[in-house]
């Protein structure tokens, strides 16, 4: 700032306020322990660059002034060699690479999209909400209006459950819904983040330039950007060495989040996969909506049978392969 600057030069002195040299800067007096170290860095500069160690307290002084690391980069790089060091481990340091990372996320990088979402209808009977409810797993349900882009609030699964077994209860969820947080998918996750933990809401709702719903973000999917993915017991463990299992009638079992890529190779195929990255991606757009167990899509010479899929995603596919014509 310039003021900050200026008053650094005698008043008779015109220095340019951009300028960091200090030289005519010489009836200012300085701090002892700095002329100690000035003097005794001048005497023996030399010998003490070559088998010191470490950089002395002048040294440090000066990089932090000089605005030392100058980038994220350079201090994600910092940090790299500080773990390589020993000093921190590596699941620290991956942490620590996460937490930076989330500055430069947005919303719309971890949402989940508006076809996968769970949701649920307004106007349901209180004990068939409970059975999808308790089919899906999930703690929070964004329930709609008319349609899907009309939000009306946030069901949690516990006031659903009081609901249900209270005596005198409510005859719809309308007087069990929370608001819905509206944010647009161009936030800031280390922002979204600030905002749950003040607000103490779980989940917000994803809203496009348009104003239609286009997914929701929980907090647990921003914290996972930190310290990796976290499962519950409602999450499949995932063994990448079985994403495609042949069955022993010479068909097979694949697991949704298996790369388009290997399963091009497996099959021989040429599935795209420049808008999706995961066969399961593929099929739910190809359907056009989250698919349910036991829909059936025929792509090219491959017949595709969802067996498992939960409120969220696509989980695993019957895969038949038919002889090319």
């Known amino acids: 700032m310039p003021s900050q600057k200026t008053d650094i030069y005698?008043?008779?002195?015109?220095?340019?306020?951009d300028s960091l040299d200090f030289t005519p800067v010489t009836s200012h007096k300085t701090p002892h322990p700095m002329s100690e170290d000035d003097s005794r860095q001048s005497a023996d500069s030399d010998e003490k660059s070559a088998d010191k160690p470490h950089r002395s307290w002048l040294d440090r002084i000066s990089a932090a002034l000089s605005g030392e690391p100058s980038?994220?980069?350079?201090?994600?790089?910092?940090?790299?060699d500080v773990q390589a060091d020993g000093v921190i481990g590596p699941?620290?340091?991956?942490?620590i690479e996460g937490a930076i990372g989330i500055a430069e996320m947005t919303v719309g990088d971890v949402m989940v999209a508006r076809a996968q979402m769970v949701v649920l209808p307004a106007d349901?009977?209180?004990?068939?909400?409970?059975?999808?409810?308790?089919?899906?797993?999930?703690s929070r349900f964004p329930v709609h209006g008319e349609d899907k882009d009309e939000i009306l609030g946030i069901l949690l699964a516990k006031d659903?459950?009081?609901?249900?077994?209270?005596?005198?209860?409510?005859?719809?969820i309308h007087a069990l819904l929370r608001p819905a947080v509206l944010i647009p998918e161009s936030k800031n996750l280390n922002v979204l983040l600030r905002e749950f933990r003040l607000s103490r809401n779980h989940m917000a709702i994803v809203i496009d330039e348009y104003?239609?719903?286009?997914?929701?973000?929980?907090?647990?999917?921003?914290?996972?950007?930190?310290?990796?993915?976290?499962?519950?017991?409602?999450?499949?463990?995932?063994?990448?060495?079985?994403?495609i299992a042949v069955q022993a009638d010479g068909q097979f079992?694949?697991?949704?989040?298996?790369?388009?890529?290997d399963f091009n190779e497996r099959f021989s195929a040429d599935f795209p996969d420049d808008e999706y990255d995961t066969i399961g991606g593929l099929i739910t757009a190809a359907i056009g909506h989250l698919p349910e167990a036991g829909e059936e899509l025929?792509?090219?010479?491959?017949?595709?049978?969802?067996?498992?899929?939960?409120a969220r995603r696509l989980l695993a596919l019957h895969v038949s392969v038919h002889a090319e014509e």
């Open 10 to 17: 005698p008043t008779s002195c015109h220095k340019p306020q």
């Open 298 to 310: 025929t792509l090219n010479r491959f017949v595709f049978r969802v067996t498992s899929a939960d």
């Open 211 to 243: 104003g239609g719903v286009a997914g929701l973000v929980t907090i647990e999917d921003v914290l996972e950007q930190i310290v990796g993915d976290i499962d519950d017991e409602h999450d499949d463990a995932n063994d990448e060495s079985k994403l």
């Open 253 to 261: 079992v694949v697991d949704a989040l298996t790369p388009i890529e």
């Open 124 to 138: 349901g009977k209180l004990l068939d909400l409970m059975k999808q409810v308790v089919e899906s797993g999930h």
């Open 91 to 95: 699941d620290t340091l991956r942490m």
């Open 71 to 80: 980038s994220r980069e350079d201090l994600i790089e910092l940090l790299r």
């Open 160 to 172: 659903l459950l009081r609901g249900v077994v209270a005596d005198n209860g409510p005859a719809s």
